[in-house]
Nanobody, 127 residues
């Protein structure tokens, strides 16, 4: 079992930056692909960024490319989401997720590919 705890959310003005962190329990973090999802009120949960376990290849949603960066520190069992040039439409609850399927080499982008989820952290961007 893996527990994921997100932190770093908050209120920021448009154009500002936030860095989200997700700390994972367990000794096999390095073999998990990790992803960041977000869900705004009335909308479906969507993957904004993901990183593979194998070679660190990444995925970004078109809406965040060039503004968000996902990274991982296996020594600290932590994955990060650096969010720059934030926009009001980035407002959502952000969730960290872990994919335990080591057969998957690519960065997973679909909800069903993930096995474990954090509780979420609110990000609010004011205009």
């Amino acid at each position: 079992q893996v527990q994921l705890v997100e932190s770093g959310g908050g209120l920021v003005q448009a154009g500002g930056s936030l860095r989200l962190s997700c700390a994972a329990s367990g000794r096999t973090f390095s073999s998990y692909a990790m992803g960041w999802f977000r869900q705004a009120p009335g909308k479906e949960r969507e993957c904004v960024a993901a990183i593979s376990w194998s070679d660190g290849r990444t995925y970004y949603a078109d809406s965040v490319k060039g503004r968000f960066t996902i990274s991982r520190d296996n020594a600290k069992n932590t994955v990060y989401l650096q969010m720059n040039s934030l926009k009001p439409e980035d407002t959502a609850v952000y969730y960290c997720a872990a994919d335990a399927d080591a057969r998957r080499m690519a960065a997973p982008v679909y909800l069903y590919e993930y096995d474990y989820w954090g509780q979420g952290t609110q990000v609010t961007v004011s205009s």
